[in-house]
């Protein structure tokens, strides 16, 4: 039950940096601007969650129980299973099976998604080798070289919070013997957690509902099929809009205008490398899943033709 209690609270600090990140890299990376990212509408994002619990566990388990002759990183002997150790080849074990683990539970919440709520929160089927458009080869080197980063570099952070936070729940450590003053969890945190799963919940709850009624609403209205063209009406207005904004600026203006689009021309080295990519890991560089989301990349609904 300790542990249980444990994994719980690491499961929404997970869920809550998780969305954070996300929030920052829509921001700053893809929609430029600020998202609610994810299928629910509070502050988390239950994949991490489970990203974060399950990469923690993998290796406190190993670290627990595999012999002491084959060392594990362990930085100031921070996980106090062991004595301390620099990074060795027998890391590649955790590493290994936190990227397994981490792309099997990408694969099932997205084919949980797909066949219950008919909708897709991420699309790899313009990705080379993916597989029914949840995993694919490009990001499953991605999530390799994340447990990477974690095992190496967040995971002592998150075995100090998880210690404290036993500390705090329990008054001693994850190494200290159990006794019977340690089995009495901390009545306020205990009920600070369950308050915020009682939120999580009713927001789980409603977010499913309204999937539901947004997947009924496609399928009925053709949603969809309006949203791609509308998409390329746009494009079409905004290209006018350039057109004539460039047509009224002074000549001087549009002679630098026209210096920099031959400076960008000619940068053939990037575009041929840009193609090159797109070559190696998308099956059709020419293929858009973004039909599949709204103008904040948030799912629409499931295209009939790509399920089958």
């Given at each position: 039950?300790?542990?249980?209690?444990?994994?719980?609270?690491?499961?929404?600090?997970?869920?809550?940096?998780?969305?954070?990140?996300?929030?920052?890299?829509?921001?700053f990376f893809s929609a430029k601007k600020w998202v609610n990212p994810g299928?629910?509408?509070?502050p988390w994002l239950p994949l991490y969650g489970f990203g974060v619990t399950?990469?923690?566990?993998?290796?406190?388990?190993?670290?627990?129980?595999?012999?002491?002759?084959?060392?594990?990183?362990?930085?100031?002997?921070?996980?106090?299973?062991?004595?301390?150790?620099?990074?060795?080849?027998?890391?590649?074990?955790?590493?290994?099976?936190?990227?397994?683990?981490?792309?099997?539970?990408?694969?099932?919440?997205?084919?949980?998604?797909?066949?219950?709520?008919?909708?897709r929160l991420w699309d790899y089927t313009n990705m080379k080798g993916n597989?029914?458009?949840?995993?694919?080869?490009?990001?499953?080197?991605?999530?390799?070289?994340?447990?990477?980063?974690?095992?190496?570099?967040?995971?002592?952070?998150?075995?100090?919070?998880?210690?404290?936070?036993?500390?705090?729940?329990?008054?001693?450590?994850?190494?200290?013997?159990?006794?019977?003053?340690?089995?009495?969890?901390?009545?306020?945190?205990?009920?600070?957690?369950?308050?915020?799963?009682?939120?999580?919940?009713?927001?789980?709850?409603?977010?499913?509902?309204?999937?539901?009624?947004?997947?009924?609403?496609?399928?009925?209205?053709?949603?969809?099929?309006?949203?791609?063209?509308?998409?390329?009406?746009?494009?079409?207005?905004?290209?006018?809009?350039?057109?004539?904004?460039?047509?009224?600026?002074?000549?001087?203006?549009?002679?630098?205008?026209?210096?920099?689009?031959?400076?960008?021309?000619?940068?053939?080295?990037?575009?041929?490398?840009?193609?090159?990519?797109?070559?190696?890991?998308?099956?059709?560089?020419?293929?858009?899943?973004?039909?599949?989301?709204?103008?904040?990349?948030?799912?629409?609904?499931?295209?009939?033709?790509?399920?089958?």
């Amino acid at each position: 039950m300790k542990y249980f209690l444990l994994f719980v609270f690491l499961f929404l600090v997970g869920s809550f940096f998780g969305w954070c990140l996300e929030v920052f890299f829509r921001r700053f990376f893809s929609a430029k601007k600020w998202v609610n990212p994810g299928f629910m509408r509070g502050p988390w994002l239950p994949l991490y969650g489970f990203g974060v619990t399950v990469m923690f566990t993998i290796i406190i388990v190993l670290q627990k129980n595999l012999p002491l002759d084959i060392p594990l990183y362990n930085p100031n002997g921070a996980y106090n299973f062991r004595g301390e150790s620099s990074p060795t080849v027998y890391d590649l074990i955790p590493i290994s099976i936190m990227g397994a683990s981490m792309i099997l539970l990408e694969f099932v919440a997205g084919l949980i998604f797909v066949k219950g709520f008919k909708v897709r929160l991420w699309d790899y089927t313009n990705m080379k080798g993916n597989i029914m458009g949840i995993i694919c080869p490009v990001f499953n080197v991605i999530w390799v070289a994340l447990a990477i980063i974690f095992y190496y570099g967040i995971n002592p952070f998150v075995y100090d919070i998880a210690n404290k936070a036993y500390v705090y729940m329990f008054g001693q450590s994850l190494n200290s013997p159990v006794t019977e003053a340690g089995n009495v969890a901390h009545f306020g945190f205990i009920f600070a957690l369950g308050l915020v799963y009682g939120v999580m919940l009713v927001d789980l709850i409603k977010s499913i509902d309204l999937f539901n009624k947004i997947t009924k609403f496609a399928k009925e209205s053709g949603l969809v099929t309006r949203y791609d063209e509308m998409r390329l009406k746009q494009k079409e207005l905004t290209k006018e809009a350039k057109q004539k904004l460039v047509s009224v600026l002074p000549e001087t203006v549009k002679k630098t205008l026209e210096e920099s689009k031959k400076i960008t021309i000619n940068n053939e080295v990037v575009e041929k490398a840009k193609d090159t990519i797109s070559k190696i890991i998308l099956i059709d560089p020419n293929k858009s899943t973004s039909s599949n989301y709204d103008e904040n990349g948030r799912p629409i609904s499931i295209d009939e033709e790509k399920k089958k």
